[in-house]
């Protein structure tokens, strides 16, 4: 008897289908709009000019000359793609290069670059940890991490997110399962860009015996005196076993990587599945990330992690004293408070969100929008976020489309969420 159910059933009657037929009537979609131009702080982008706050462009360097530059050389060099895996006929100078950069910055023994962010989670996640391990996950990780830890079949304990009851509760009974624990986070998590508090987070772990790797895809380039991310700035490097980066945001490109002790990279070198059965990056993205890491780590670096967070700052102080509800940067237990380079406003209905979006992006702005499960329900943001090239006056100009957008939709709809807290 053959079967009467088609797998392609659900893509024409999944829940999501009839609210994006619907956006898509009003013409409301904020997603799949095609750029024109380059990923600058001004971009064109369906035939007009947009002020980009949606873009992790953080350090601006997409359109550096000498990113470009590095990456026309590669390509020069090496030719257009790798046509083959890492483990094969994959790996070039670059590649070795880069790690080699990638371990002096983070002060690790090593490093492994793979082709995607999403590909270094994977990969180390899926590997690292087995049936029989346990992994203890922040609620408010990013994908890849839980797709990581799917794919490693390993026990998942999630815990609130940024909650450190909560998490020596779940330690303590993962302490319990009766294997390896590893604890993972995002150190800046990339919706509502607060940061994870490593310090208590590297106690704890030491005082359940677990494992700590710490996702700063948001973080390098941005945090700490070396932009090495949030463990540098929190001052646990020593501690956090493995740091995973991406290359698709401060670094300008795209690619990703795990830096830690040798013994761990050589065991993903040999058995990370997601590392070894897809092809290696292409030469012009591991050339243009290895010339933003130089930039980062030499002395113009701390001068574009400063401007980026000048620029967060400056337009947090701008949305809140218009009266929207922008996220509060993250207060540590130490009562710092650190400021990223991700400013999100809270709409907290999907709808509007999308309502707001349209009208921001008919003003000459493009944000991103989150929605669930990229936030949790009834979370809803307009996930805008700077780079250090954007000028004061560009912000301003974003500052006052929000402004008119604002009046005009909150006399249509009624009022928005207002201010919640502290400005930066
Ligand atoms: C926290 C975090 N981890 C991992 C990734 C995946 O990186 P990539 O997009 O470079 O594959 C992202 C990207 O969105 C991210 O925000």
């Not at 829940?15 to 994006?20: D, M």
């Not at 997110?161 to 319990?176: V, Y």
């Not at 058995?271 to 993205?285: C, I, N, Y």
């Amino acid at each position: 008897m053959p079967t009467t159910v088609d797998v392609f059933a659900k893509a024409r009657e999944h829940e999501r289908g009839e609210i994006l037929r619907a956006a898509r009537e009003a013409d409301v979609v904020p997603y799949w709009r095609a750029l024109d131009s380059a990923a600058g702080p001004v971009v064109e982008m369906e035939g007009a000019e947009r002020v980009m706050l949606g873009s992790n462009n953080y350090l601006g360097l997409t359109g550096d000359e000498r990113v470009i530059r590095a990456a026309h050389d590669a390509l020069d060099r090496y030719g257009t793609g790798m046509t083959g895996s890492r483990f094969l006929n994959g790996t070039t100078l670059l590649h070795l290069e880069l790690e080699q950069e990638l371990a002096e910055w983070m002060g690790t023994e090593a490093a492994l670059v793979f082709t995607t962010g999403h590909q270094a989670n994977l990969g180390c996640l899926g590997t690292i940890l087995e049936p029989g391990d346990t992994v203890v996950a922040d609620s408010g990780d990013h994908a890849s991490i839980l797709d990581g830890c799917i794919l490693s079949r390993a026990k998942l304990r999630p815990f609130r997110h940024n909650r450190m009851d909560k998490l020596e509760r779940t330690l303590e009974r993962a302490a319990e399962d009766g294997g390896g624990v590893l604890v993972v986070v995002d150190g800046v998590f990339s919706m509502e860009g607060d940061v994870a508090p490593l310090a208590e987070i590297v106690e704890l772990c030491r005082r359940y015996g677990a494992r700590l790797m710490v996702d700063e895809a948001h973080a390098v380039g941005v945090l700490g005196a070396r932009g090495a991310g949030t463990a540098e700035l929190l001052g646990v490097e020593e501690e956090a076993d493995l740091r995973m980066g991406t290359f698709s945001k401060s670094l300008a490109s795209c690619g990703g990587f795990i830096a830690g002790p040798a013994e761990v990279i050589e065991y993903l070198k040999i058995a990370s599945r997601p590392f070894m059965f897809t092809a290696a990056g292409v030469p012009a993205a591991v050339g243009a990330a290895l010339e933003a890491a130089r930039i980062c780590r030499s002395p113009e670096g701390p001068e574009r992690f400063a401007r980026v967070l000048d620029n967060a700052r400056y337009l947090h102080r701008g949305l809140h004293e218009l009266g929207l509800h922008v996220v509060d940067p993250t207060t540590l237990p130490s009562g710092e408070t650190v400021v990223t380079p991700i400013v999100p406003v809270l709409v907290a209905d999907d709808w509007k969100a999308a309502l707001l979006w349209r009208a921001l992006y008919d003003a000459g702005v493009y944000v991103n929008v989150a929605l669930h499960p990229a936030v949790p329900p009834g979370g809803a943001l307009l996930r805008t976020s700077v780079m250090a090239t954007h000028e004061t006056a560009v912000l301003d100009r974003a500052l006052e489309a929000f402004a008119g957008v604002k009046r005009a939709f909150e006399a249509e709809h009624g009022p928005l969420p207002g201010p919640a807290g502290e400005t930066p």
